[in-house]
């Protein structure tokens, strides 16, 4: 690992940007080996979104950006801070605790030709709904056809499913249809580089020579926000990906650690079933990533606060990386209280 301080690029470290860009969109991709991918180094997923949010509000013709309802907080402020006009389309049906997948495609069918759709690459935060590899193409064909833009947020590679490949296969099926799109992508969570920053923007051309002239204009827009990147967990990462010893230890405790969330939802829901808590609780495994929507509402939430300790968003998400099997029967025990008690 680099133990250099000087300032890196205004792009990054090189390397890094390389290896980021066959993460996320395959080491296969047409575009990734054509040229046709221009990759900057930004301050985690939330500096590659504004980033990229700012490019395209200076240099996009359609300065709107559809945004599904629910999603990440800091969506909303980050692209309305960036210069886009934030629109939603719906997602989660509260009704099923799953997609609205009806409401979906209706609303990104009557989306103006050209706007730019803000699409979860996988484990929808805060939801945990991600829709079937069918339903991916449907909105695939859906959005080429009305020439919308996409722009994937990719924070859970490989944190969701357990395989890189298996979560970045929505990002991958846009880019092999010869189309453009953008991807921001987050190393917080896959490889715990929290307080690191380190991100990157992939912006996927039609032609190298465009991908030249994007990156050019994506300089100017990172100079004066931040003017470079911090080199150390950009190291980090460039070290594990280009070494096939480290990069196979990596994705061994990936799929350990996706594996134990997903342990962690057959547990609650077996302990739910077994209690005999009122309710189809099946959506809390099929929902994937760190977070479930319990469907709980804000008085059962502030209610298992109050009488159990349990703390949680008034929206009824749970952090299913925060729950072990010691806790599950504790959490069982609230859940089924403030079901019975406040129906």
Request: some cysteine; hydrophobic content about 40%; proline content about 4%.
């Amino acid at each position: 690992m680099s133990r250099v301080k000087e300032y890196l690029p205004i792009v990054g470290l090189a390397e890094f940007n390389k290896l980021s860009a066959r993460l996320i969109l395959g080491a296969d991709c047409p575009a990734v080996n054509e040229n046709r991918v221009t990759t900057v180094q930004c301050l985690s997923g939330t500096g590659s979104l504004r980033v990229g949010g700012e490019f395209l509000a200076k240099h996009y013709h359609e300065r709107t950006i559809y945004i599904p309802t629910p999603t990440w907080g800091n969506h909303t402020k980050i692209f309305t801070l960036a210069g886009l006009s934030v629109k939603t389309y719906r997602y989660y049906d509260p009704a099923t605790r799953g997609l609205n997948f009806q409401g979906l495609l209706e609303d990104l069918g009557a989306a103006p030709a050209g706007a730019v759709v803000l699409l979860h690459a996988c484990a929808h935060n805060p939801t945990g709904v991600d829709p079937t590899l069918e339903q991916w193409e449907q909105i695939r064909q859906l959005m080429r056809s009305r020439a919308l833009l996409p722009f994937f947020d990719s924070a859970y590679q490989g944190f969701a499913s357990g395989s890189l490949d298996v979560d970045a296969q929505s990002v991958r099926r846009f880019a092999a249809d010869g189309g453009e799109l953008l991807v921001a992508q987050s190393y917080a969570k896959n490889m715990g580089l929290y307080g690191e920053r380190v991100g990157a923007l992939s912006i996927v051309l039609k032609t190298s020579e465009v991908a030249a002239k994007v990156e050019s204009q994506l300089k100017l827009v990172i100079r004066p926000m931040y003017s470079n990147p911090p080199i150390h967990g950009a190291s980090i990462v460039a070290t594990i990906l280009k070494d096939k010893d480290l990069f196979n230890e990596w994705t061994i405790e990936l799929k350990a650690m996706a594996d134990r969330i997903i342990s962690m939802r057959h547990q609650l829901f077996d302990s739910l079933r077994a209690k005999g808590t009122p309710g189809d609780w099946s959506h809390i495994i099929k929902q994937i990533g760190m977070f479930t929507f319990t469907g709980l509402n804000p008085e059962q939430v502030a209610f298992m606060t109050k009488e159990y300790h349990i703390y949680m968003t008034s929206d009824g998400r749970i952090s299913m990386a925060g729950l072990s099997s010691r806790t599950v029967p504790h959490l069982t025990e609230a859940i089924h209280a403030a079901v019975t008690r406040l129906a």
